[in-house]
């Protein structure tokens, strides 16, 4: 198997609150592959968004701070070694974001061209050590419509001109997606980026995602709350829980052999149209306070199948069969 494009290792990361100390990450070991869709799957709450704000450095520190002997590879480089300026260098370029709601995330007083164009320059601006040319402002407008194009809108010159608040939910998103990808990273991280559109602009969207990995081969780290999402557009899925990753495995296999409790339970608790007398099952319980997490197994206290050893030691993730990993005493 060829080295992963992105390999986080042990990553445990806590913020200092007047409330107390937050475990929100707590060893944390995942991989995102080249050419690769890896799906990161879990209730609010369980750490999913802080981790992909931890790869790029985005936790605000303080009151973040990231633990001793945390490892965030990224083509080779601990980016948790980084300084700062070093890792503004890996923004935008070698890793990209987008989030879930692109009305906050987008300037209201800037075009949507002046937004694309100011990720081309800082692009550009980056990669100056290779290449002392500077492009025309003609130039830039033309990379602006070939990003607005890659994700499928029909008139680039007129999106470009408009403002956030002139285009719709879907519309917005795409320009997003444009931003992220007009810088040519090798990953883009994708927080919870469907939720807040409706079902059939949902579908569009995940559709165009997965044709850009394939055209620009561009790595996903999928983040979402949202299982029936995994499926669509997943390779690979982690599920996690309380700051720690307790099932990994290809989706299909995901799907028709879960083997955690907790993976057991979020699967029971989908509706499904080919069986509509199925009875919908609901996890009991509630997610842990990351102030104060149970000892041993974070899961435990909603573990129908919990034993004394869940309680006083947190299991360690291992492979039982190719790609497929637990964190269970089960097994």
């Given at each position: 198997?060829?080295?992963?494009?992105l390999s986080?290792e042990?990553?445990r990361?806590e913020?200092?609150?007047?409330q107390?100390?937050?475990h929100?990450?707590?060893?944390?070991?995942?991989?995102?592959?080249?050419?690769?869709?890896?799906?990161?799957?879990?209730?609010?709450?369980?750490?999913?968004?802080?981790?992909?704000?931890?790869?790029?450095?985005l936790?605000?520190?303080?009151?973040?701070?990231?633990?001793?002997?945390?490892?965030?590879?990224?083509q080779?480089?601990?980016?948790?070694?980084?300084?700062?300026?070093?890792?503004?260098?890996?923004?935008?370029?070698?890793?990209?974001?987008?989030?879930?709601?692109?009305?906050?995330?987008?300037?209201p007083?800037?075009?949507?061209?002046?937004?694309?164009?100011?990720?081309?320059?800082?692009?550009?601006?980056?990669?100056?050590?290779?290449?002392?040319?500077?492009?025309s402002?003609?130039?830039?407008?033309?990379?602006?419509?070939e990003?607005l194009?890659?994700?499928?809108?029909?008139?680039?010159e007129?999106?470009?001109?408009?403002?956030?608040?002139?285009?719709?939910?879907?519309?917005?998103?795409?320009?997003?997606?444009?931003?992220?990808?007009?810088?040519?990273?090798?990953?883009?991280?994708?927080?919870?980026?469907?939720?807040?559109?409706?079902?059939?602009?949902?579908?569009?969207?995940?559709?165009?995602?997965?044709?850009?990995?394939?055209?620009?081969?561009?790595?996903?780290?999928?983040?979402?709350?949202?299982?029936?999402?995994?499926?669509e557009?997943a390779?690979?899925?982690?599920?996690?829980?309380?700051?720690?990753?307790?099932?990994?495995?290809?989706?299909?296999?995901?799907?028709?052999?879960?083997?955690?409790?907790?993976?057991?339970?979020l699967?029971a608790s989908?509706?499904?149209?080919?069986?509509?007398?199925?009875e919908?099952?609901?996890?009991?319980?509630?997610?842990?306070?990351?102030?104060?997490?149970?000892?041993?197994?974070?899961?435990?206290?909603?573990?129908?199948?919990?034993?004394?050893?869940?309680?006083?030691?947190?299991?360690?993730?291992?492979?039982?069969?190719?790609?497929h990993?637990?964190?269970?005493?089960?097994?």
């Amino acid at each position: 198997m060829s080295e992963p494009l992105l390999s986080i290792e042990n990553v445990r990361l806590e913020f200092n609150t007047e409330q107390g100390t937050v475990h929100a990450l707590r060893g944390v070991d995942l991989s995102v592959g080249k050419n690769e869709v890896v799906g990161l799957v879990g209730e609010s709450g369980c750490g999913k968004t802080v981790l992909g704000l931890a790869v790029l450095g985005l936790n605000p520190m303080p009151p973040a701070r990231l633990l001793d002997g945390s490892q965030i590879l990224f083509q080779g480089r601990n980016l948790a070694e980084l300084t700062p300026h070093e890792l503004a260098l890996v923004r935008g370029t070698g890793i990209s974001m987008i989030f879930q709601e692109p009305a906050t995330s987008l300037n209201p007083v800037f075009t949507i061209g002046d937004q694309i164009s100011e990720s081309i320059r800082l692009r550009i601006q980056r990669q100056r050590n290779e290449d002392k040319s500077t492009p025309s402002s003609s130039e830039i407008d033309e990379q602006v419509y070939e990003a607005l194009r890659l994700v499928r809108i029909a008139d680039p010159e007129r999106i470009a001109r408009r403002y956030p608040h002139e285009l719709s939910g879907g519309m917005k998103q795409r320009a997003m997606i444009a931003m992220a990808m007009a810088a040519k990273p090798s990953l883009l991280i994708a927080d919870e980026p469907t939720t807040a559109l409706d079902v059939t602009i949902q579908a569009q969207i995940l559709r165009l995602m997965r044709d850009l990995m394939n055209e620009v081969k561009t790595s996903i780290l999928f983040i979402t709350h949202d299982l029936g999402v995994i499926a669509e557009i997943a390779d690979r899925v982690a599920v996690m829980y309380a700051g720690h990753i307790v099932e990994e495995a290809p989706v299909g296999q995901l799907f028709a052999e879960p083997l955690h409790p907790y993976t057991q339970g979020l699967l029971a608790s989908l509706p499904r149209l080919s069986d509509l007398d199925r009875e919908i099952k609901q996890l009991p319980g509630s997610v842990p306070d990351a102030i104060n997490p149970p000892s041993g197994c974070s899961f435990h206290p909603r573990c129908e199948f919990a034993r004394e050893e869940c309680r006083t030691e947190s299991p360690k993730l291992k492979e039982l069969k190719a790609g497929h990993k637990v964190a269970c005493y089960l097994y």
